[in-house]
Structures are given as structure tokens and as C-alpha cells.
């Protein structure tokens, strides 16, 4: 009679660093799709098999299994640049209360929002000049029953904006979710105003699709560009603290998954650390990150992205390094809107307001 011992170490399983900075390699495996980076079928996660590969114990000019990739460095690569979580630090030369990463609409306004709050946050930036996908949006924000709305006579309810979106989205939303966005943005666009004097309007002569009410309100320009503008030099008003070419590559955790601070990486390579006493994730979705679009919605695999580049997936990485579970990865709206090969944009809807 033989004995068989099962251990969980093939091929695909997938290696990481632990909170406490060691080595672990599965139980998670990459399975038989996508299988391991070298694959080259939308894997980011460093496999055993990428490791042999690196390391040149398999020949990639002679591929098991076929369709070996022979981008060494490129499988490198995954391993190197991806998000890490690495062992909390004793101490650090600077500390702040609150450290914010990402400088588009959304870490802008948490700035504002922690300052107002009575809190000092830093805002750290991998761009040289704020802009995300925040910039390239409309800036077109839905919210419903604003005085913008009740201005001009329009009806609307954030319970009837949140059945506009469980409609649309086939009720697969989580209703807790959805309940508090269309709850607080209206009140947070009154906020802005009274408190920034930023210059909303509700647009009158544009439904946006799925929409039972008008309510997309815009500022003057009705332009991504005009919003992340006035919110920068809103924070820049406030003299909240916001570092540009800082790059967060990596987040510093406890064992039990609290986080310490965080290195940024400058365009110069050299990097610092800096300590945090709570920390904001608005570094937007994995859009900008092919394979981990191929991951999480095969559809979209080839389909070209519009948005910001840098927004590679950061906080999902970091989620999953720290064991957080995840829900809903696959959830996406998709416009046919960018004429190939100029790559122009066009909008959605013809509307005076938007051209
Ligand atoms: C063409 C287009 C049109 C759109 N139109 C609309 C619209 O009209 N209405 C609407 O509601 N939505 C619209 N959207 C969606 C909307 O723009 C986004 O949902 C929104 O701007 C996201 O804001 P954000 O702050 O989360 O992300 P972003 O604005 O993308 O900001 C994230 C920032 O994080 C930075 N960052 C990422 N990783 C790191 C890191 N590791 N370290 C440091 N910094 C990092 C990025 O450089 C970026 O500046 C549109 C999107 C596109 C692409």
C-alpha cells in the first residue's frame, strides 16, 4: 500500500508576503485558467512556476505545456511592481494623522471633508498635476432632491435615484450601498457649495439613461477638467497638504492587518516612508490594468480603456494581500463612445449642454 500525501504547492500556487513579512505560497492557486502570469492569460499574482521561470530553472524557448510566455522580465515584473503589504515599521521619520492616496474627485473630497472635521490629512498623488478620471469625466454628478432640483420644480427622491439603479443594474446592487451614495451626494454637492462655492446647476435638457428624474447637476463648464480644478485649489485654499509625484507602492501592516504607514515611490526612484494613524483608499478601480480587467470581466478583456492610466488597481491588490474578501469585481458600465482609430471622444448623448 502506498501512502499519498497531498501538499498544496504546484505550479500555480500563488505566492505573497504575509503582513508579518514572510513568505507565504498558497493555498490559493491560480488554477487551470488563468493559470500562471507567464501564461500571459490575465493572472498578476506571482505563481511558483513564474518563480522557476525567473529564476531560469525553466526554459522558456522550450515551454511546457506549449504556451509559455517569453517575457521573462515581464513576469519579473508582476512580482516586483506589484502593491505589496510589508511588516509594520517601529517608527517613522514623519507621521501624520490621516493619509489619503489619490488626488482625484474622490480623495479631494475626503481632504476637504477630514479638514473640515477638524483633522490635518495628507493627500498623496502619483501624478505631477491631479487629474484622474475625474478629469476626463463630464463632471456630471446624479443626486436627487437638491435645492438645485427643487429650484426648478423637478420631483425626485433618493430612494426613487436608488430604484433608478437597482432597475438598471438588474437589483444585483447591494441596497445598503446604494442607499447611502444617493442619500449623501446631494447633501455633499450643498456642502460644496455653501462651504466652496462651488457653482452647481441641475441640467434641465438632459435625461441621463435609467434616470425616472433630471439629475445631473454640473458646474459652469459642465467639464472633469472645471471640477478637479475647483476641488484642488479648494484644498490648496484649505492648506491641506497634498504631495504630487508620489507614488504609494507599498502599505506597511501589523499582523493583525492594521496598517502603519506606507512607501511612495518618486519619478527618481527614491522612495520614503511615512507613518499613518488612518488611511483613505481613493485610488479608483483596476481600469488602467489589462490583466486584472481579463480577470475579473473576460468580456472586456481587448476593449479599449478611457479612463486614467494610473489607476492600476492599487487597493484592490492591497485588499486582497490582507486577506479582505471582495464582492462585485466584475460590475462595469460600458459607453460605445470613442470613435477608432482617432481615438476622439464623443459623448453619449447629444446635449447643447455637453458639446
Ligand atoms: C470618459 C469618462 C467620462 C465619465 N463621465 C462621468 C460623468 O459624467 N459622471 C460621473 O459621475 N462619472 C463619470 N465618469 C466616471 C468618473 O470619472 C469616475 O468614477 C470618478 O472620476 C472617479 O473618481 P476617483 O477620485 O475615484 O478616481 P480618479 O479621478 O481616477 O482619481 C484617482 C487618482 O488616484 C491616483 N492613484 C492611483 N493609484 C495611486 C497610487 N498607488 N499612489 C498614488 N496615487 C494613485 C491616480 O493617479 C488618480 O489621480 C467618467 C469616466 C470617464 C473615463
Known amino acids: 500500500m502506498i501512502e499519498i500525501t497531498t501538499i498544496g504547492a504546484g505550479g500555480g500556487s500563488i505566492a505573497r508576503v504575509d503582513a508579518g513579512g514572510l513568505l507565504q505560497v498558497g493555498p490559493e492557486s491560480a488554477g487551470s485558467r488563468p493559470g500562471e502570469v507567464c501564461y500571459g492569460a490575465g493572472n498578476r499574482r506571482p505563481t511558483l512556476t513564474d518563480a522557476h521561470l525567473v529564476l531560469g530553472r525553466i526554459n522558456a524557448a522550450r515551454p511546457i505545456g ?20 510589508l511588516p509594520a515599521r517601529t517608527q517613522y521619520e514623519a507621521s501624520v494623522p490621516l493619509v489619503i492616496v489619490g ?10 471633508a477630514a479638514k473640515a472635521e477638524g483633522m490635518a ?25 437638491t435645492r438645485w432640483q427643487r429650484a426648478a420644480g423637478i420631483e425626485d427622491t433618493p430612494g426613487q435615484f436608488a430604484a433608478d439603479i437597482m432597475s438598471k443594474a438588474d437589483g444585483l446592487p447591494d441596497p445598503d450601498a446604494v442607499a447611502s451614495v444617493t442619500e449623501a451626494v446631494g447633501p455633499a454637492l450643498e456642502w460644496l457649495a455653501d462651504a466652496h462655492g462651488f457653482e452647481f446647476s441641475v441640467i ?33 485654499r484649505q492648506e491641506i497638504d497634498l504631495l504630487t509625484d508620489a507614488h504609494v507602492v507599498s502599505l506597511h ?21 511615512i507613518g499613518c ?27 479599449p480603456y478611457f479612463g486614467h492610466p494610473g489607476n492600476q488597481g492599487d487597493a484592490l491588490l492591497w485588499g486582497e494581500a490582507l486577506g479582505a474578501a471582495t464582492r462585485d469585481l466584475s460590475g462595469h458600465q460600458g459607453h460605445g463612445s470613442i470613435a477608432h482609430p482617432a481615438r476622439a471622444f464623443s459623448d453619449q448623448v447629444e446635449s447643447p449642454d455637453r458639446k
Do not use: Q, W
Not at 434616470?211 to 467639464?223: D, E, I, T
Not at 494613524?277 to 476593449?303: E, W
Open 204 to 236: 434641465t435638457d438632459f435625461r441621463y439613461p435609467g434616470h425616472s428624474a433630471l439629475r445631473m447637476h454640473g458646474l459652469p463648464s459642465r467639464s472633469g477638467g472645471e471640477l478637479i480644478d475647483r476641488l484642488r485649489e479648494a484644498v490648496e
Open 103 to 112: 488626488a482625484g474627485a474622490a480623495g479631494l473630497v475626503a481632504a476637504l
Open 253 to 273: 501592516a501589523t499582523h493583525d492587518g492594521r496598517i502603519t504607514g506606507l512607501t511612495l515611490r518618486r519619478p527618481d526612484g527614491t522612495e520614503a516612508e
Open 66 to 85: 506549449g504556451a509559455l510566455t517569453r517575457d521573462r522580465n515581464g513576469v519579473a515584473g508582476v512580482g516586483r511592481g506589484m502593491s505589496r503589504i
Open 121 to 145: 490629512p495628507l493627500v498623496l498623488e502619483r501624478d505631477k498635476v491631479p487629474r484622474g478620471s475625474t478629469s476626463l469625466s463630464a463632471g456630471l454628478v446624479p443626486a436627487a432632491e
Open 277 to 303: 494613524g488612518a488611511l483613505i483608499l481613493a485610488c479608483n478601480g483596476y481600469g488602467g490594468a489589462r490583466n486584472l480587467v481579463g480577470r475579473h470581466i473576460p468580456s472586456l478583456a481587448d476593449a
